[in-house]
């Protein structure tokens, strides 16, 4: 069933590419962090032919990446502090991956409630001029329509989206029945939202095996550890081996991680001054239909800008700017649930939420440059990248430093153009119109997916093979294929998912740990999942990552203590 125009290679296991690196300790190019922003680097460089290899001491997408608040936007408020390029980019790349990666980037209404007319108006220039140094001042009807008409003005070329559009408090509280009822406006317009970037990564990593043939290389939780010799000391930290690998260029992907990874290679930076943005995802009916299917995106008490996003059949709500250590993980406080739970009663003050309707919790630090005196919310998004000499060897090392969902194909553009004026090559290949995974081919009419349902010819229900197409974009029929291999039936504990689907992530998309498989190849950590549906999981994969009984139990109170306790358990336990 499978047209070879759509087939693609598998992820290596972590096992097999270890040992892959083991015999071959060398490459062109060696990029470290597998978040959007190196696998889109990895991805470019394996276009235009590259020996490249992408390692990651976790898994892949499992960093920053992982903690987003699944937007791609042009950023509307960046347009406060001058950064018109950064606009422009992430409007134009917004439109972009609506056309590339269909399946992963939906358009997404966004609606933003009015509580003044005029307020912010003498204050914005003085957040122009000082940068965000000082505490925001609520911004009223006349600032955010003069913002949102010089932001579709960037939407021109190449528009995907309808324009802004404004409303008076009666026309917006009947189209928002349980919104506060204080407001005096409403503004809406629209960018996009990315359902799963984690597959978004996994697709593009696809993409890179395929078309690299044998000369692009990924290892997951393959960390580097330091320098040897003028090379790259890589240490698996699954079988803890250590390899000595060299390359031409270091690309030096990590993130928020970044001064860590030069630290460790003896060459300390003071680029990153990374933030800590944590998100709570609910099962919550009422607030869901709240909502109209918009986002909802509006400025708090605080001046932050946050969000309530419909999103999966959940609600994703966020997010905090909170400064943080490296050294310590990220991870969602009650101080911070306190405070979502304040800005949703800030806007629908009917609605009551507690943390028993917590199912899922995020927390990621954002790779922002270094800031002095900037307040958070205000730091740039931007992104550049330096080089410096490595290992005091006549090699190179670029560093990207800042960068956001939304520019992961221009940032990996430019740092894959910068690798190859250091190799003395030239690009054969524009990823700019180049679909990504699934969404080539994609259908873009329901009529369209009910054809190429249709056409697929297949043995599984339709219904089953619109899931998949909406899981997985034109990749569908890879899992489909593998499903009809034999005896397949549905999850017990896990809805619209089945034995055979999970089979296929497990031995084809390189996973390592249940959480893997549970946070990153599916949703559903982030839709909430059971202790009996963690269970019924973890003995499918078992048989194919070779588990014995012990490894599974330790897999799945791994998971429960990740996923469980920090959210339907303890948080439901906590006072109310």
């Not at 609506?98 to 409630?113: D, Q, Y």
């Not at 912010?120 to 911004?139: D, I, N, T």
């Not at 003071?270 to 009916?285: E, N, Q, R, W």
């Not at 504990?493 to 296929?504: G, K, L, P, Q």
């Amino acid at each position: 069933m499978t047209n070879a125009s759509s087939a693609q290679s598998s992820l290596p296991s972590q096992a097999a590419a270890v040992a892959d690196l083991m015999q071959r300790p060398n490459a062109q190019v060696l990029i470290l962090g597998a978040g959007i922003n190196g696998i889109a680097t990895f991805r470019d460089l394996a276009l235009q032919g590259i020996d490249v290899v992408l390692v990651d001491a976790a898994d892949v997408m499992s960093g920053a990446s992982a903690a987003s608040s699944h937007m791609i936007h042009g950023g509307v408020r960046y347009l406060e502090n001058g950064e018109f390029r950064l606009v422009r980019e992430a409007v134009q790349e917004r439109n972009r991956l609506l056309r590339i990666a269909p399946h992963l980037v939906k358009p997404l209404e966004t609606t933003i409630p009015i509580y003044s007319t005029f307020s912010g108006v003498l204050s914005a220039p003085m957040r122009f001029l000082m940068h965000g140094s000082k505490k925001s001042k609520e911004r009223g009807a006349a600032l955010i329509k003069f913002g949102l008409t010089l932001y579709d003005s960037f939407s021109r070329d190449g528009g995907r989206v309808p324009r802004h559009r404004f409303h008076g408090r009666k026309k917006s509280l009947h189209e928002f029945p349980q919104l506060d009822p204080n407001v005096k406006y409403t503004a809406s317009y629209w960018d996009a939202s990315a359902h799963s970037p984690e597959r978004l990564g996994i697709d593009m990593l696809r993409d890179a095996i395929t078309a690299g043939n044998g000369r692009a290389r990924v290892a997951s939780y393959t960390a580097a550890i330091g320098t040897r010799d003028g090379g790259v000391l890589l240490c698996d930290n699954v079988q803890q081996t250590e390899i000595l690998f060299n390359a031409d260029v270091v690309v030096n992907a990590t993130g928020p991680w970044v001064e860590l990874t030069n630290e460790g290679f003896g060459e300390p930076t003071a680029f990153m001054g990374g933030t800590k943005g944590s998100h709570i995802v609910l099962d919550h009916p009422e607030l869901l239909a709240a909502t109209k299917g918009h986002e909802i995106f509006f400025e708090h008490n605080d001046g932050r800008i946050v969000l309530i996003h419909p999103l999966n059949g959940r609600v994703l709500v966020g997010t905090t700017d909170l400064e943080h250590d490296m050294r310590e993980p990220a991870e969602c406080t009650e101080a911070e649930i306190d405070y979502f739970f304040e800005l949703i009663a800030h806007v629908f003050p009917g609605i009551k939420v507690g943390r028993q309707d917590i199912v899922h919790l995020m927390s990621g630090v954002r790779p922002l440059p270094r800031h002095v005196d900037q307040a958070p919310g205000f730091v740039s998004r931007d992104y550049r990248v330096e080089r410096s000499d490595f290992a005091g060897a006549s090699k190179s090392m670029l560093t990207l430093i800042g960068g956001k969902l939304t520019t992961f194909r221009a940032s990996a553009e430019t740092i894959t153009d910068l690798v190859l004026s250091e190799l003395g090559a030239s690009r054969n290949v524009s990823t700019a119109e180049l679909a990504i995974g699934g969404g080539r081919d994609f259908p873009a009419s329901d009529r369209a997916k009910e054809r190429w349902i249709a056409a697929a010819a297949s043995s599984i229900p339709r219904e089953r093979l619109a899931i998949l197409l909406e899981r997985y974009g034109t990749l569908a029929l890879e899992v489909a294929d593998e499903i009809e291999q034999g005896p397949d039936s549905p999850l017990e504990f896990v809805s619209d998912y089945s034995h055979a689907e999970i089979e296929y992530l497990t031995k084809n998309e390189s996973v390592v740990h249940l959480t893997d498989l549970l946070r990153r190849r599916t949703n559903l950590a982030f839709v909430g999942t059971s202790a009996s549906g963690i269970a019924e999981i973890a003995n499918i994969m078992a048989p194919i990552l070779a588990w014995n009984e012990a490894q599974i139990a330790a897999e799945i109170a791994a998971a429960e203590q990740e996923l469980l306790p920090r959210t339907r358990l303890a948080l439901a336990a906590a006072p109310q």
